[in-house]
Antibody, heavy 123, light 108 residues
Framework: EVQLVESGGSLIQPGESLRLSCAVS????????MSWVRQAPGKGLEWVSV???????YYADSVQGRFIISRDNVRGTLYLQMNNLRDDDTAVYYC?????????????????WGQGTLVTVSS | SSDLTQDPAVSVALGQTVRITCQGD??????ASWYQQKPGQAPIFIIY???NRPSGIPDRFSASTSGNIASLTITGAQAEDEADYYC???????????FGGGTRLTVL
């Protein structure tokens, strides 16, 4: 059974750093493109970052230069290092797996999601 | 522009058909996928590509694309379909993802 479990969210002050984790089971984290998607309170979904299976990474403009996505294949875990956090980074952060079929993986098709972890940035 | 536009709210009578639309230039190049989200829950993957449903998604959900508009249709809406619906597509040369603002569906 495929599962994604996020952890690491907390209340943190502006300017500080935080690392989120997404532990996966039922598949190998290195075989799929993996993304982080966030949702501010009462707002819509916002894509944050992707790590392709080949380790290439991309970021939304809103987090470029502050956030770093990485993974540990042995631990089966995806990470999001968040630096210089701002009030508007407050959100539930989800990790999501990209859907693959017929030998192709489609970046924007997220077939499995974790339950999310809440990051609150506030002084 | 890579923005995707959705109507903020739509309503449908129980058992009737409703269409939720998503408009954006990126849809001319990439198919959308659609997600259902209920309060306090993670999004659920309900439609992808031209008109494909993941296993377990009822066949009352279907999709289509015409030009720069992607549509999600629910044929015979049920009370449990009341939720927020999001579309997404690719942007920025295909290596970014953009979501629509979401549509809140009310089943009357």
């Amino acid at each position: 059974e495929v599962q994604l479990v996020e952890s690491g969210g907390s209340l943190i002050q502006p300017g500080e750093s935080l690392r989120l984790s997404c532990a996966v089971s039922g598949f190998s984290v290195s075989d799929y493109h993996m993304s982080w998607v966030r949702q501010a309170p009462g707002k819509g979904l916002e894509w944050v970052s992707v790590m392709y299976s080949g380790r290439v990474t991309y970021y939304a403009d809103s987090v470029q230069g502050r956030f770093i996505i990485s993974r540990d294949n042995v631990r089966g875990t995806l990470y999001l290092q968040m630096n210089n956090l701002r009030d508007d980074d407050t959100a539930v952060y989800y990790c999501a797996r990209t859907h693959c079929s017929g030998g192709s993986c489609y970046l924007n098709y997220f077939d499995y999601w974790g339950q999310g972890t809440l990051v609150t940035v506030s002084s | 522009s890579s923005d995707l536009t959705q109507d903020p709210a739509v309503s449908v009578a129980l058992g009737q058909t409703v269409r939720i639309t998503c408009q954006g230039d990126s849809l001319r190049s990439y198919f959308a996928s659609w997600y259902q989200q209920k309060p306090g829950q993670a999004p659920i993957f309900i439609i992808y590509g031209e008109d494909n449903r993941p296993s377990g998604i009822p066949d009352r959900f279907s999709a289509s694309t015409s030009g720069n508009i992607a549509s999600l249709t629910i044929t015979g809406a049920q009370a449990e379909d009341e939720a927020d619906y999001y579309c997404n597509s690719r942007g920025r040369g295909g290596n970014h993802v953009v979501f629509g603002g979401g549509t809140r569906l009310t089943v009357l």
